[in-house]
């Protein structure tokens, strides 16, 4: 899909990191930035590579995952539309991305030169702070996992995973929230097994609250599941 200059720059004022951007400052990043299009599967860029560019998702899902020495992947957030993501070169010039960013399904990201989206976000500094607030609000979500890998149960767990992904990426149908990802990724997010991830929800399935089909999860009882993951569901 192309994307002209107009639509860059409607989907940029869309993005919460920038909705302290000028018209000008809007119109330079759009002209900045060049689209680029992936498959799914396919990385924008991996962990450990200069981290050069900023990219700013138009279409699709893309996940942050990291490798780890004996080469397991473990999947730390999903980007959806109008998210900034790759951004710690704006930050530190000499910075590396700390995890690998990797489409979920066919995607399209805006690339940006870091000097450059550091330069303009430089001139206003209710940009530098937004983008502040959104790595800093990574960290806490990154901190509040760790807690729950260490304090809670596995079905807790991976109920707080659902309900922070149905906050993120959740799309309202009439059977229910609908989301789109792997008992994979779920896993790899849960710090638990596939194995387990299914057993889970195939409990979920029989008590009403969700309906799972191929890489699809629908929340049928929103209210209940946040109990679960809060532990005070009734037993």
Request: aromatic fraction near 6%.
């Amino acid at each position: 899909m192309t994307f002209s200059s107009a639509e860059i720059e409607a989907a940029l004022r869309r993005v919460d990191v920038l909705r302290h951007a000028t018209a000008a400052e809007v119109r330079a990043l759009a002209r900045l930035g060049l689209p680029r299009a992936v498959e799914e599967d396919v990385f924008f860029f991996f962990q450990d590579d200069p981290a050069e560019q900023v990219f700013i998702l138009l279409q699709g899902r893309v996940k942050l995952c990291q490798i780890t020495p004996e080469g397991q992947q473990v999947n730390l957030r999903t980007i959806a539309p109008y998210q900034v993501f790759g951004a710690v070169g704006a930050v530190r010039p000499d910075a590396t991305y700390p995890a690998c960013a990797q489409a979920l399904e066919e995607s399209v990201a805006l690339v940006i030169p870091s000097a450059d989206f550091q330069r303009i976000l430089s001139a206003n500094p209710a940009l530098m702070f937004d983008l502040m607030t959104m790595m800093t609000d990574y960290i806490r979500e990154m901190q509040d996992r760790y807690r729950e890998m260490v304090t809670e149960q596995v079905e807790q767990r991976i109920a707080r995973v659902v309900v922070r992904l149905a906050g993120q990426l959740g799309r309202r149908t009439p059977a229910g929230i609908e989301l789109i990802f792997s008992r994979q990724d779920l896993a790899e997010m849960a710090g638990t097994t596939l194995y387990t991830v299914s057993r889970v929800l195939s409990g979920w399935e029989k008590r009403g609250l969700v309906l799972t089909g191929r890489e699809r999860l629908v929340i049928t009882q929103p209210h209940t599941l946040m109990q679960v993951a809060e532990g005070s569901a009734p037993t």
